[in-house]
């Protein structure tokens, strides 16, 4: 049986399980993600630089904040 984050490989008829990537990320996730460290990830959060959202008392930043915010940087520097 798949866990939570992992659905079977219907694809080429294995039952090997395949990783789903989380909709929504740890600050250690998204620091990993941007090759930044945790702190700076923090400070952007402060900063409103990068959007997040709380569920249950935990701090997560949604994947699309994390490219919404690599775009801006782009488009920043053009």
Do not use: C, W
């Not at 400070?43 to 930043?61: H, P, Q, T």
């Amino acid at each position: 049986m798949a866990g939570p984050l992992e659905t079977p490989d219907t694809s080429t008829g294995s039952a090997a399980p395949r990783s789903i990537d989380p909709l929504l990320l740890k600050v250690e996730e998204a620091a990993h993600l941007l090759s930044i460290g945790r702190t700076r990830v923090y400070d952007l959060l402060r900063l409103n630089e990068l959007r997040s959202v709380k569920v249950f008392g935990s701090r997560r930043i949604p994947r699309a904040a994390v490219e919404e915010y690599v775009n801006k940087l782009m488009e920043e520097a053009a």
